[in-house]
């Protein structure tokens, strides 16, 4: 399989498994949420995303693109002014899509000389990944889309349970990025754990947003009090960010607890 077939294949697979409004409205609120601002997009920004929907770029690249330039950003010392068109990242995605696209030209090489997602490294989570009682990687493609398309399913059924139809919504965003990952791995075969781990954390997020907003001021405000009496005898000997970190993270479990929501994180796995 030469470059420009892979393309075209991967540009299929993209447009069957993510419809053509959801593509460009997940990849605006990701840039409104990382940038800081209610500020939408602009036109010209949006022939951008018309771009890349056309060339077959992932979702899934594009959001990790974002994410991966305003963490650049967010690190220099001087930053001057605020970033104000999606442009910005369009390197920066240019370079994921590139680095996917060689990675399944290699994957689609070796798999005719016997190599396989899961041997000698290829799925990219390398010789010292953990290992099973059967000796098999703990991190082998096949266990990943096994446990992704649990979840996937426990999404789904999070979906169909609700009647609020925000939290719909959100279950429902959520169940088709993560059903576009699965179906990815499912073509290619190729897995790198670590930028796998990036999507599920930013799926997650999606989730977390979404369950803020349904739970309310009220909500929120008892389940931090909550969590505050919990760590009340801690407070002292944790530093501020830490305290709050760990107060948030306390709020978020909480929350999924109260909705039954399932972890996408391979940490689960």
């Given at each position: 399989?030469?470059?420009?077939?892979?393309?075209?294949?991967?540009?299929?697979?993209?447009?069957?498994?993510?419809?053509?409004?959801?593509?460009?409205?997940?990849?605006?609120?990701?840039?409104?949420?990382?940038?800081?601002?209610?500020?939408?997009?602009?036109?010209?920004?949006?022939?951008?995303?018309?771009?890349?929907?056309?060339?077959?770029?992932?979702?899934?690249?594009?959001?990790?693109?974002?994410?991966?330039?305003?963490?650049?950003?967010?690190?220099?010392?001087?930053?001057?002014?605020?970033?104000?068109?999606?442009?910005?990242?369009?390197?920066?995605?240019?370079?994921?899509?590139?680095?996917?696209?060689?990675?399944?030209?290699?994957?689609?090489?070796?798999?005719?000389?016997?190599a396989s997602g899961a041997g000698n490294?290829?799925?990219?989570?390398?010789?010292?990944?953990?290992?099973?009682?059967?000796?098999?990687?703990?991190?082998?493609?096949?266990?990943?889309?096994?446990?992704?398309?649990?979840?996937?399913?426990?999404?789904?059924?999070?979906?169909?349970?609700?009647?609020?139809?925000?939290?719909?919504?959100?279950?429902?965003?959520?169940?088709?990025?993560?059903?576009?990952?699965?179906?990815?791995?499912?073509?290619?075969?190729?897995?790198?754990?670590?930028?796998?781990?990036?999507?599920?954390?930013?799926?997650?997020?999606?989730?977390?947003?979404?369950?803020?907003?349904?739970?309310?001021?009220?909500?929120?405000?008892?389940?931090?009090?909550?969590?505050?009496?919990?760590?009340?005898?801690?407070?002292?000997?944790?530093?501020?960010?830490?305290?709050?970190?760990?107060?948030?993270?306390?709020?978020?479990?909480?929350?999924?607890?109260?909705?039954?929501?399932?972890?996408?994180?391979?940490?689960?796995?």
């Amino acid at each position: 399989m030469n470059e420009r077939d892979l393309v075209g294949r991967v540009g299929r697979l993209g447009i069957l498994t993510m419809n053509y409004f959801n593509y460009f409205t997940e990849i605006e609120e990701e840039f409104v949420k990382r940038r800081g601002s209610h500020m939408l997009v602009s036109p010209l920004d949006w022939t951008l995303i018309e771009t890349w929907k056309r060339r077959g770029i992932p979702l899934h690249i594009v959001l990790r693109g974002i994410n991966s330039s305003f963490d650049g950003y967010d690190q220099r010392l001087n930053r001057g002014r605020k970033v104000n068109s999606l442009f910005f990242c369009q390197q920066e995605v240019e370079a994921l899509f590139q680095e996917y696209v060689e990675s399944r030209v290699g994957a689609a090489n070796g798999a005719g000389n016997g190599a396989s997602g899961a041997g000698n490294g290829a799925s990219g989570a390398g010789n010292g990944a953990a290992q099973n009682g059967n000796g098999a990687s703990q991190f082998a493609p096949a266990a990943i889309i096994e446990f992704l398309k649990a979840q996937c399913e426990a999404l789904r059924r999070l979906e169909a349970k609700h009647l609020d139809p925000a939290l719909k919504e959100t279950f429902a965003r959520a169940s088709e990025r993560l059903s576009q990952i699965i179906e990815d791995l499912e073509t290619s075969g190729v897995l790198s754990p670590e930028l796998l781990e990036l999507d599920l954390m930013m799926i997650e997020e999606v989730i977390l947003d979404g369950l803020r907003e349904h739970a309310g001021e009220e909500k929120l405000g008892r389940l931090r009090k909550e969590a505050d009496d919990k760590l009340r005898r801690y407070k002292q000997s944790m530093q501020r960010e830490v305290y709050e970190q760990t107060a948030g993270n306390f709020v978020a479990q909480r929350l999924r607890e109260i909705h039954e929501v399932p972890r996408l994180s391979l940490f689960y796995l």
